[in-house]
């Protein structure tokens, strides 16, 4: 049972350059969200998506867009990277009926932009 | 909005000690309240939650947690430390009827254990 798998581990990128995060999870989650986590700012919401088909702005949406593109599967994109966004990013899911249910994580997507 | 304080950046506990951990949060109401734990390089685990109901709650790895409602908190403790508890510990809030299940987030307390 892999959970929630996210794709590269590590990456480095020049100011400027493109590049998208993927993240997919197994459990039959309905939400996802996508985080930035930076020493003494714990984890910050970017974007998440309630359910398949809808996205809504987190915290620190600026920089970054995401797709939802099935249940599954829901990708985090930098159009133009630059310095400020050197983060571990942290794909997570959850179920949706209600709320107060607990979110499950990746193992992060380490990215330093130069 | 909901916020959360863990006040602690860093504590140095030596193994076979009692460990505390403070969280506070700001919320209207009773908030969905969880623990996570994070070993270097990894991803976070669950440790604890609370929804309602008892307000000592126990978790993985032998630790439990306190709510207590007059003083908005929500500390983690644990009788006796193990080595392989120096990780990274986040608090974390959800509010009841929050659109799309959404969390909030402490800065973490990073934990050394010493021999």
């Known amino acids: 049972n892999a959970g929630v798998t996210q794709t590269p581990k590590f990456q480095v990128l020049k100011t400027g350059q493109s590049m998208t995060l993927q993240c997919a999870q197994d459990?039959?989650?309905?939400?996802m969200y996508w985080y930035r986590q930076d020493p003494g700012m714990g984890l910050r919401l970017i974007y998440y998506?309630?359910?398949?088909?809808?996205?809504d702005k987190g915290e620190v949406p600026n920089g970054y867009n995401v797709s939802r593109l099935n249940k599954r599967e829901f990708s985090l994109r930098l159009e133009s990277a630059a310095p400020s966004q050197t983060s571990v990013y942290f794909c997570?899911?959850?179920?949706?009926?209600?709320?107060?249910?607990?979110?499950?994580f990746g193992d992060g997507t380490r990215l330093s932009i130069l | 909005a909901q916020s959360v304080t863990q006040p602690d950046i860093h504590i140095t506990v030596s193994e076979g000690a009692s460990l505390e951990l403070r969280c506070n949060y700001s919320y209207g109401a009773t908030p969905y309240l969880f623990w996570y734990v994070q070993s270097p390089g990894q991803g976070l685990q669950l440790l604890l939650k609370y929804f309602s109901g008892d307000t000592l709650v126990q978790g993985i790895k032998g630790f439990e947690a306190e709510f207590k409602r007059s003083q908005s908190s929500f500390n983690l403790r644990k009788p006796s430390v193990h080595w392989s508890d120096a990780a990274e510990y986040f608090c974390a809030v959800g509010a009841k009827k929050a659109a799309g299940n959404k969390l909030t987030f402490g800065g973490g307390t990073r934990v050394l254990v010493k021999p």
């Open positions: 459990m039959n989650h309905n939400s």
């Open positions: 998506s309630a359910s398949e088909g809808t996205t």
């Open positions: 997570a899911s959850s179920e949706n009926r209600g709320t107060g249910q607990p979110q499950h």
